[in-house]
């Protein structure tokens, strides 16, 4: 699918996003009342809702009961326990399931209500045929975690304390001896919020070279404390507690929260209830291994606005016009990216700010290029975010479509600088009416070449993500995926037609078809990368 109907069809969706949950207080009170109305409920989601599963309206009612204690390789989930026994002593019903790939549960013939049982069957047979993986691509069922078998028979767990959500990455702070394991999460989607993870367990160093990379995993990932990020517009900021011990979320009158289950199911119900900040798609997070401060890529988002339910606020403070050739694009249209930083990771509260705004070299710099951004170093849309543990250099990744008629996705290298080495910064925005709106916000020192400069920009129609490094810094790896994807279907068979050619156009591959790839770099020297 083209970067224009990609980008089309995100807004699309992201549109119904934004009303998901009254679909799901509907479903959920017509549950409540009557469970004689759960076929008809089951039907209309299949019918109407499903091709958005895993979304905030996706909590339906089914006549198959999933019975644990027949699926061998599903561990109950912890802090659910009484569902699930409820479940198995049949005197509740769990969810949905949504669907499963590499699984033949049709070829399991074990009655037609006993559907847990013929998924376990089905696994069976995969695994004895040496399929591997096997996935559950998503359930509603919450006492049902695992989620993929490899073929030394361990299961991979769901990791559902860390909350539904759309995931698009997990950074951790630096792990420190005796102190809990903190995650932090970006639920990319267009108004969504920012989430921290806090372990139960404490750190044991010994677990940084594990026997059992799972079963270490379990233990720092499937207990804990979930978190979202409410931001203040005086530069501080506070972690909001989602469980049944915050009265907010026990109380809530718009969605009835019966567990701590459903907090992690319907996470962003939660975040809802206590007011969090709605944020321009989050998506990779990165944690400064110099000082600890976390940073956060926010890509762009098309719904912001001055006024309304997704309005300007301190986090988030731009909303403006900008034409990409006779279209114009309206919200942040280019991303920023927030930095925080906290006393110790498992505070409660933090500071924050803007550590760089996407801009256009030529945009305003009193509304729109609010860094400083020069020719050389102007992006659109920052998407992936790394750290290199060598250098400390902040690698910058975007996936791009708003500036894609000057150039193309593009990534760049960054000194980071350190929390308040900027200073406040007042938006005014005029109104039809009239009146004014004033956003006071806090943003990072302006930018030079000498502390950001673009490093490569990829081929047409590509997008940048993903990086790693040797362990001495001196080569690092980069991802370069779909490029040439605008190219016109009617156009496959004609390669003179094609977005890109690329990389055989730069003497890797034959033919002429453009393809993904990972690259390596290197110094011609041989030394360091950035130094």
Known sequence: MGAR??????DAVDQLQGREHQ?????????????????????????????????????????????????????AHPGIDREAAAVAAGSCTPGHVFGVTGLNVAACHKGPQDLGARMACAMERALAQRQSPVLLMGTDCPELRATHIDDKNQPVHKRTALGRMGHENVTFAIPVAGQPIVAYMGDDARGEYIYKFVSDAKWESQDANPANRLATGSKYLDRGTLFVAKFRD?????????????????????????????????????????????????????????????YFTLTNNSNRTVDGEVSTDAANPRFYSDMRGTRQQLGNVNGHILRLAEAKPTDARFKWDIYLFGAEAGADKAMVNLSNLSDANDLSSPDGLVFSPATGICWIQTDDGAYTDQTNSMMLAALPGKLGDGGKRTLAYKRSDGSEKRVDTHIGKPQSEATLKRFLVGP?????????????????????????????????RDPGKYESQWPSNAGYGAGRRPRSATIVITRNDGGLIGS
């Open 23 to 75: 679909f799901t207080r509907i479903l959920v009170g017509l549950q409540r009342l009557c469970v004689a109305f759960a076929t008809a409920v089951n039907q209309i989601s299949a019918a109407l809702l499903e091709p958005v599963h895993g979304k905030r309206w996706t909590r339906t009612v089914t006549q198959q009961a999933l019975q644990p204690s027949a699926v061998g390789r599903f561990d």
């Open 234 to 294: 005086d530069g501080a900021g506070e972690w909001i507690e989602l469980s049944m011990k915050n009265p907010i979320v026990a109380a809530n009158p718009d969605f009835e929260f019966t567990s701590d289950a459903e907090v992690a199911i319907f996470t962003r119900l939660a975040a809802d209830a206590v007011g969090a900040t709605r944020m321009d798609r989050p998506e990779w997070g990165g944690v400064n291994p110099r000082n600890g401060e976390i």
């Open 5 to 10: 109907w990609r980008h089309q069809l995100g």
């Open 460 to 492: 047409k129609g590509a997008e940048i993500t993903g990086w790693c490094e040797t362990p001495d810094g001196r080569a690092i790896f980069v991802n370069i995926q779909h490029p040439g994807e605008n190219t016109k279907m009617a156009d496959v």
